[in-house]
């Protein structure tokens, strides 16, 4: 029987140099619990998020934030593909969306900030003990449609957060998708 410890230790990486042990012992799990992610925690995640670095400090992003149990929670969860029926378990849902163009005009940098939102989120949840799973798996007209997402709104990724779940218990297949060593590709440079 395969339990979530042996999971843990199979995304354990092989580095060539330490890094933080937030980055190390992040994975994205496709198992999470019950166990709801506390009020206080939740408004420290999103705080790391309003604190990210942007192109030209225009924060162009926007997060629709769907708590398990809501009405919400269920409209994006219709929007997920089939493979990621696993995210019914998270305790947060949430649709990342970047701002196409504001004030200022078009922003050609709103995806990357987007993401590097997105990696604050993960890191604060990771750092509090919490984890995420990030996926581009939905329906994005059908998304924009539940959410009333309008121009010059566009979601791009829904990030599942809660705590990591018991794998002794759940589907063949996920755990397939889990038990997986993590790989990485060889950072590419060129001396100039």
Known sequence: MITTDNILNVKKPKLKAEIIDVL?????????????????????????????????NRQPWFFYVAKKGGKEFEKVLSCLNKDNYWAKNASYLLVGCYLDEDEKGKNNYGQYDLGQAVM???????????????????????????????????????????KIGDYSNVDQILIDKDNKERKRKEIISQKI
């Open 24 to 56: 190390k012992n992040r994975f994205s799990p496709r198992v999470f619990s019950d166990e709801e992610v506390n009020k206080k925690d939740f408004n420290s995640i999103i705080e790391a998020v309003r604190w990210t670095p942007s192109s030209s």
């Open 120 to 162: 604050s989120l993960v890191v604060q949840a990771q750092s509090l003990g919490y984890y995420t799973h990030q996926m581009g798996g939905f329906n994005k007209d059908m998304i924009k449609e539940v959410l009333v997402i309008k121009f010059p709104v566009f979601p791009w990724v829904v990030v599942a957060i809660g």
